[in-house]
């Protein structure tokens, strides 16, 4: 049963209590457990892959299936339906269509005279993306990791999965990651996946940047080796906060927290609307739609934790009680979206309008579903072109225009008892440090 | 005494080494003592941070001297000279200049009919930075991480830094601080300042972003507390590459490569040239120019451990080993330094020609100097005023365009077995599903 909630001081404290849904004492433990992995794969390599995956996937791999064949792909290209393969086809053009509208480009400026100054970005050399396996194995999240790769430029994309039963990988997944530009896929998962990605086996070439969701090990993992290698972000589980006025449609507002909470027992869904009919609506809806739901058991646990309807005195105070939180997923079925939106301070994605469910967003409408969870929005953004980009600032001084600034840094290099950093400057003035 | 190296092996090896200078058996201990701070600070609150001045730094702080007073700022400006006032203001103004000229703009395009997507970007809430006390108290930290937070338009800017003898702050620190625009200033440092920015404490606000050098402890705080804030990077000790052929002046390279070893033992300064007598011609003036140094036994010992000079047979081979190592700092004092770059791929600045010493840089030029450091320029760039802004995308469909892409979304929805992300679709295309 969703919960409604009219209490201010009650709706911060919940909200807080959901943001905070990953803290656990376990975490400490985890830790060791990765750490273990990662140390045993960077000694091992290949076939400490090999026996974690035994171990944790119960599946055999070995030298000669760890990469995925062309002739796999070829058959999954036969296995996923028409529909299916189109339907990946549009989300992979539209995906990188937007992708495409704001990459980085390099600039100089030339500030003043003898001063040229800019910025040269490049790619990096290597992306390594983790895909996960079971029920969370998408191929939308190969699309939205690989693509913003591809349109980087990045020489090489490696992919990383688990197998399933029979050492089998998804195919869809297959597809997309071919459709995306994705140069290598490996069949291991886990932690053990993230630690080949960071220091390279046998097999597997390290990379520069590793993104991708996981569970709470790989994204541990993820921690753990970040400084040996960029990664996007520390994922947590998903949610969606709806903010929502009269006018919504409480069928639509429901499905919408449903799909939410049917990815994950740990999954937010969260109602912020002025209007208490539509609260009441949207809660007898949930109950409707989840009668019949395929993952019910799954669903309600997560509604029944994590799904609170929250009543506010307006919509500005909607939007303030959003920004505490800083969804991954805001959206705003209102009657004036764009205006409300300029009250959002922080949020990952935001759909406006009555006909944009998340899953517009999720699969095909172009920007990245990649977004920060856990509150991670009041200072992180989708993951994106940047991700797989970085740039060198570019400095030239002539020899006039370093004499007109070496009296200020002569100045700075004292305060800062930096002798060599004034000599560096103070020799190429004076003729006497000519050899 | 810098080595000269020939031979190709041998230099990858000497480059491997010391890019991986600072991984060590100790960082086990380190990180515990870390999580055992972060602990009690989230516990205690202030009294843990004078409980811990105490003990770290032999201070004494309390309710009244840890926040610094205006009139401490103000007698700070007394105590500085009118030079080094006005280097500041220099250096603050053109590292503002430099700043201005790329800030993140929001944006919307319009694909096809019906369709609007975009990116608003927006300032955290709250930025932290760290500045180190001691021999790394630098009056060009603060400018080079609070004045992108201000151009940013963050808010609230909280600076900490540990006091000094007397419970003492560096007077040009206090005055950089107050140029480029810092709101709040705490005199803690420290994985217990990390903590406190991280959580907040009764005195301090917690931050959305934390940035700035530090040493192991304040690097490893920052990594602990990733995830709950956002963090720059992890930053290693400081390293500069110098590339330099025939036409380069001997002096001027040792001065740059004895400008970055006098930071500390650690530091690494490393020669690439095609040119043996220029390399031998380094060896003696940095022996020379050590002489009389004032920083000498620290100096010396990071060019004896961290210091060496390669040589290649041409330049092309000297950019191949420079993206090997990835350096922070790469100088390319050569005949042609803007077509020397097109072969470089990672480097956190660039620093071209032989009048622009990495002091140019470090102090005034513009760029930051907060920079990728033992090889994360592979994948990273310098702190900037993206550090501090973060976006949300924006997406909205109207009911025909969502009608447009539906069978595509349900073929997706199906695939990845989610049906209620097929729902929030299917119930606004289809007229039933009105209430």
Request: charged share 20%.
């Amino acid at each position: 049963m969703l919960r409604i909630i009219t209490d201010k001081g009650e709706a911060k404290q919940e909200l807080k209590r959901i943001e905070n849904r990953t803290h656990n004492d376990e975490t400490h433990i985890q830790e060791s457990i990765v750490k273990e992995i990662i140390a045993t794969v960077r000694k091992h390599g290949n076939q400490a892959l090999f026996d974690y995956t035994q171990k944790f996937d119960r599946q055999t791999i070995n030298e000669s299936n760890l990469k995925v064949s062309g002739a796999e792909i070829d058959t999954a290209y036969q296995q996923i339906s028409r529909d299916l393969l189109s339907a990946i086809k549009l989300a992979a053009k539209q995906i990188e269509a937007f992708h495409q509208q704001r990459v980085p480009k390099s600039w100089v400026s030339f500030p003043t005279d003898g001063v040229t100054l800019g910025r040269r970005y490049t790619p990096v050399d290597r992306a390594g993306l983790y895909v996960p396996g079971g029920r969370a194995s998408y191929p939308s999240t190969v699309l939205m990791n690989a693509i913003p790769a591809k349109v980087a430029k990045v020489p090489r994309i490696v992919m990383v999965t688990p197998p399933s039963e029979g050492a089998k990988i998804n195919p869809a997944v297959l597809v997309a990651a071919s459709e995306a530009g994705v140069t290598e896929i490996y069949r291991v998962g886990g932690a053990q996946a993230v630690a080949a990605l960071a220091y390279g086996t046998e097999t597997i070439p390290n990379v520069d940047v590793i993104t991708g969701p996981g569970n709470i090990f790989v994204t541990l993992a993820k921690k753990e080796v970040f400084g040996t290698v960029g990664i996007d972000s520390l994922a947590g589980p998903s949610e969606v906060l709806v903010i929502a006025d009269k006018q919504a449609n409480p069928v639509h507002v429901a499905a919408d927290l449903l799909a939410q909470a049917e990815h994950d027992p740990l999954a937010a869904a969260i109602l912020i609307t002025d209007y208490l009919p539509l609260a009441q609506g949207v809660q007898k809806e949930v109950v409707k739609q989840l009668e019949n739901h395929p993952r019910k058991v799954l669903t309600e646990k997560a509604i029944a934790h994590y799904g609170v309807v929250i009543v506010t005195e307006n919509l500005e105070e909607a939007a303030q009680l959003s920004n505490l939180f800083a969804p991954e997923h805001l959206e705003l079925e209102v009657e004036e979206p764009w205006e409300l939106m300029t009250h959002i301070r922080h949020a990952g994605a935001i759909f406006l309008g009555n006909s944009t469910p998340e899953a517009v967003g999720d699969y095909l409408a172009g920007p990245n579903h990649t977004l920060p969870t856990s509150g991670a929005a009041r200072y992180a953004s989708a993951l994106g072109v940047e991700t797989f980009m970085k740039y060198s600032s570019l400095i030239e001084y002539n020899p006039h225009a370093l004499q007109k600034v070496s009296n200020a840094i002569m100045a700075l290099t004292e305060a800062e008892g930096l002798p060599s950093h004034g000599d560096s400057v103070k020799l190429r003035i004076n003729p006497d440090g000519k050899p």
